[in-house]
């Protein structure tokens, strides 16, 4: 009954909070001078002086999904529909429905730094209990020290001089898009070589600049897993090294981890923002930049909405698993029941 009363808290506190994200892009983007509407009212004015204010009101309401001569709380209900209706409003700039433009580009912006971040985190679980084990040797010092220099290196400048080395003076892969031209979409060989050509900077990118810190903290967790008294006591049961390795100190090591990771997912949005600017690849963060630099209201509110709806639902993912992959953390935070 407790674990069950921890989950229900838990999902209606993400629910409160979607809201309160979906309040606050509404409030932000009118309370702003040129917000939205007035600056939707204006552009079509100017397109069209002899256009009637209805018709201007219309269209309007068809691009922003509210109509301006309404009550303030008449639009702000208008707005929450829409948007639990999945209606985001239309793009000023490529004139298309909002909802349409994010559907297309989230699988491709998952795909790259979901990808990046998979394979990220399996090389720091890897490296850092590696790491582990030899401990105070020349090997843990020299990839220690790589793993620090390498984090403190932003991703954006990783991607600039990834670009600069095999793009410009290599021509080793393509600079923009998500394929070339003329390769045939489907299930083929041709056509998969080609997505990972467009999509392997951008991924290293990530993967060179983020496995630092994971790696670290793995080696650290690892180190003091392996001071515990269990695993001097499995040693003495004569358990194969194997068994500890997996088992007791990859197993225990990782959970501090997981959570940061799972959180980590929620910022793939928000992340590919300018990585996705520089490598000119069309996911969310470039239609999201796009929509900052043409001052297209509706793309950027249904952008700053996905990101946002991406925190919440991560957050909330590592908040009710973290108790199931770990006994100790309990149903609702007492650990003293698990002992």
Do not use: C
Request: charged share 15%; glycine share 8%.
């Amino acid at each position: 009954m407790v674990r069950v009363n921890y989950y229900v808290k838990r999902v209606i506190r993400s629910f409160v909070t979607l809201v309160l994200v979906i309040s606050i892009t509404f409030g932000l983007t009118r309370l702003m001078p040129g917000g939205p509407v007035d600056y939707m009212r204006a552009k079509l004015r100017k397109q069209n002086p002899d256009m009637p204010a209805e018709q201007v009101d219309q269209l309007v309401q068809a691009y922003v999904g509210v109509k301006p001569d309404e009550p303030i709380y008449v639009q702000y209900w208008n707005y929450v529909t829409n948007v639990l209706q999945g209606d985001l409003g239309e793009s000023t700039y490529y004139n298309e429905p909002v909802a349409q433009i994010y559907a297309e580009a989230i699988p491709w912006t998952l795909f790259v730094l979901g990808t990046a971040m998979l394979v990220t985190f399996a090389i720091a679980i890897s490296l850092g209990a590696l790491l582990a084990y030899k401990e105070g040797s020349r090997f843990d010092s020299a990839i220690s020290t790589i793993a620090i220099v390498l984090n403190s290196v932003p991703y954006y400048v990783a991607a600039i001089i990834l670009i600069a080395v095999f793009v410009t003076n290599l021509g080793m892969y393509p600079l923009s898009g998500r394929t070339s031209l003329g390769v045939t979409p489907g299930f083929n060989i041709p056509y998969i070589l080609d997505l990972l050509r467009h999509a392997t900077l951008p991924m290293l990118s990530v993967i060179v600049t983020g496995f630092g810190v994971q790696t670290l903290a793995m080696r650290s967790n690892s180190i003091r897993i392996l001071g515990e008294d269990y695993i001097r006591v499995a040693r003495l049961r004569m358990l194969p090294t194997s068994r500890i390795a997996n088992q007791y100190v990859a197993r225990n090591a990782i959970l501090p981890i997981y959570t940061g990771f799972v959180i980590q997912i929620g910022f793939i949005f928000g992340g590919s923002i300018i990585l996705e600017d520089i490598f000119r690849y069309p996911g969310v963060g470039f239609y999201f930049f796009d929509a900052i630099a043409a001052r297209d209201y509706p793309l950027m509110m249904g952008g700053f909405l996905i990101i946002s709806v991406a925190v919440v639902i991560a957050v909330s993912v590592a908040d009710l698993t973290y108790g199931l992959i770990d006994p100790r953390a309990g149903a609702g935070g007492d650990q003293s029941e698990a002992y």
